[in-house]
């Protein structure tokens, strides 16, 4: 046998289903205490969600949120609460940016954990905080 031949290397991509309330979980862990220390959202943003979510349907803005980005195609603009000058977004969740990110942190070797535990459904404000923060921006800026 020839020692000189490298292996090649395989790449198994695996899919699995993420379920509708996992992702209303992350919002309400997340937006009502995971990741308040450092994100805000513009008045008019949230005055958008609630023009096609009201309070009358849902009270809750995190699930709103949620229901207005996914539901509504709605796009939220994340502003840094640490930036004195918040005129540039750090990011933006979208209905498309929120599997797209959540493919890259099923990947990410240090913050993986984190999807992993939200399809165990052992989610706490740390593990939405990722998530959050993947969904926003791509990856873990903060915390």
């Not at 937006?31 to 949230?46: H, K, L």
Request: glycine share 6%; net charge negative.
């Amino acid at each position: 046998m020839n020692n000189s031949i490298k292996p090649k290397k395989m790449e198994i991509k695996i899919t699995k289903k993420i379920e509708r309330e996992m992702i209303d979980d992350v919002f309400v862990a997340a937006i009502e205490g995971g990741s308040n220390y450092w994100f805000s959202i513009e008045d008019d943003t949230i005055k958008r969600v609630r023009k096609v979510v009201p309070r009358n349907k849902q009270p809750h803005i995190s699930l709103a949120i949620a229901e207005a980005v996914i539901d509504h195609g709605i796009d939220i603009k994340v502003y840094d609460n640490e930036l004195s000058d918040n005129d540039e977004p750090v990011g933006i969740i979208s209905r498309g940016t929120i599997a797209e990110r959540l493919q890259l942190l099923s990947e990410h070797a240090n913050y993986g954990w984190a999807l992993h535990n939200m399809m165990q459904g052992d989610c706490d404000a740390n593990c939405a905080d990722v998530i959050f923060q993947y969904i926003a921006i791509g990856s873990v800026e903060f915390g």
